[in-house]
């Protein structure tokens, strides 16, 4: 088991730098608007391909949580959601036909707050997917629930629709902390929100939780892990607050003398990663917990586990279809945006145009390091022999400018390095994306990159 005291806050100190968080390699700021949409109908068309999985971006929020680092927009107007709802109708029919001959194993709504909208507006959206996508029997259909703006019968409506996974916003239960982010959500609607999914018979269900907020404290995150703990999700996700704000303006409004320092954020974690592994879940990688029996643990076993933009996710070979604002693809070997901007993605609609911002085309070597990276970020290991044999290479030879770095990690007892593998140690798998970030040729040399735009490693 791993116990709060396997990270020492000495090795915190020393790799507490910024880093990617791979959800795609090469990553998003890589991606050029030179890619356009010519680029993106010339991968869509590439027939027999791969499943799908879908994401709908869904932006709204009716409050500002002021931690936030999604691309959301605050507003209480039910028609400006109806106007998004109209426009997303009409992206989904646009791009539908270039994706026929492919089957639908997962569509997942994000944002924002998908439950925003409400249900028969998301019905509408299912609807006119289904018609334009060929939906597998067992397609995993998840939606990211806020449970303050949760109604009496929508988890049972959501329900009726297909979704048979949700995933529920948290972060802490500390009034105290609720107040300093702007987010203040009581216990008991979470635990209604859990029940309401239950009793409609969805019982794949995930909890966000977050660590380094303002105001808290190791006593009151004990508290909220014990409570969220009792609930018993199938899934948990522990994410380190990424405090960014000249990125996102909303987090000016937090107070940076109430951020708790580095030890204690290292102990937050290390105390979440205690109570969870002691209650029988799963440490998965890059901040996500589950159950033994959970299909996130058994694809992990298996070999099967992917990562993209949603996270981990156990539907492996598909290619991913992002639809609405900020949406990201990643359709063959190439990636591609949605504009970031809504006014944007509503021109683009608007003049008739399929809504693409910015991608990238991947080239051999793109291929080559996003396999191993990937190797990384979902199984912590990589078997050299198999990526020598896939694409005809001398690993050590071609990753030669990966040692010096490797070793490094490796002096510290985070990696396991030899001629046929390389093996993340139980506590170097919380520095995965460090290990991940030795492969990454983006990346200026000395690997993690010391300037803002992307989170702390911890
Ligand atoms: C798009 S939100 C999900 C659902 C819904 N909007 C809600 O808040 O309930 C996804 C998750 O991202 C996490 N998150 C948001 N901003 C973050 C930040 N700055 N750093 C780390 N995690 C963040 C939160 O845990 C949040 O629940
Ligand atoms: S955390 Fe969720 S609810 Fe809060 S502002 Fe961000 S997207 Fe909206």
Redesign the pocket.
């Known amino acids: 088991m791993i116990s709060a005291t396997t990270v020492e806050p000495s090795l915190l100190a020393r790799y507490d730098r910024p880093g990617p968080r791979y959800t795609s390699y090469p990553t998003a700021p890589n991606f050029s608007t030179g890619f356009d949409e010519s680029d993106f109908r010339r991968f869509a068309e590439v027939r027999g391909h791969r499943p799908l999985s879908l994401y709908v971006h869904v932006p709204f929020?009716s409050?500002?949580?002021f931690?936030?680092?999604?691309n959301?927009v605050?507003t209480r107007s039910v028609a400006r959601g109806e106007e998004y709802v109209r426009r997303l109708l009409q992206e989904i029919e646009r791009v539908g036909p270039l994706f026929r001959d492919r089957r639908v194993e997962q569509l997942h709504f994000g944002?924002?707050?998908p439950n925003f909208l409400a249900p028969a507006q998301l019905g509408r959206i299912i609807e006119v997917l289904r018609r334009q996508f060929d939906f597998a029997p067992n397609c995993e259909i998840s939606v990211?629930i806020?449970p303050?703006v949760l109604g009496n019968d929508d988890v049972r409506k959501l329900a009726d629709l297909g979704f048979n996974r949700a995933s529920l916003?948290v972060?802490d239960f500390d009034p105290d902390v609720q107040v300093a982010v702007n987010?203040l959500q009581s216990m008991e609607q979470t635990v209604n929100a859990i029940g309401d999914c239950r009793r409609a018979g969805i019982h794949s269900i995930n909890v966000d939780l977050m660590y380094g907020l303002p105001r808290q404290t190791r006593e009151g995150f004990h508290r909220t892990l014990e409570a969220v703990l009792d609930m018993r999700p199938s899934r948990l996700a522990i994410y380190g607050y990424a405090h960014l704000p000249q990125m996102f303006k909303?987090q000016r409004q937090i107070n940076s003398d109430e951020l708790p320092d580095p030890n204690t954020r290292v102990a937050l974690l290390g105390m979440a990663i205690g109570a969870l592994t002691a209650a029988g879940y799963r440490y998965i990688g890059m901040d996500h917990f589950a159950l033994p029996e959970d299909e996130l643990a058994l694809a992990q076993d298996s070999g099967t586990l992917q990562r993209n933009f949603m996270g981990y996710t156990t539907r492996g070979g598909s290619d991913l279809l992002g639809l609405g604002v900020s949406a990201i693809s990643h359709i063959g070997n190439s990636f591609s945006q949605n504009p970031r901007d809504l006014s944007e993605w509503e021109r683009a609609l608007d003049r008739g145009a399929l809504p693409v911002w910015r991608g990238l085309s991947m080239d051999e070597d793109d291929v080559i390091r996003a396999d191993v990276i990937g190797r990384i970020m979902c199984q912590g290991d990589v078997d050299i022999a198999a990526i020598e044999r896939q694409y005809a290479i001398d690993f050590w030879t071609y990753f030669a400018g990966a040692r010096p770095l490797l070793e490094e990690l490796a002096s510290d007892g985070l990696v396991w390095a030899c001629s046929s593998r390389i093996v993340a140690s139980p506590k170097g798998r919380y520095f995965l994306r460090l290990i991940a970030g030795c492969f990454d040729r983006y990346l200026p040399a000395g690997g993690a990159v010391s300037s803002g735009g992307y989170s702390k490693i911890v």
């Open positions: 929020c409050n500002p949580c931690f936030c680092g999604c959301r605050i944002g924002g707050t990211e806020d303050r916003g972060q987010r909303g």
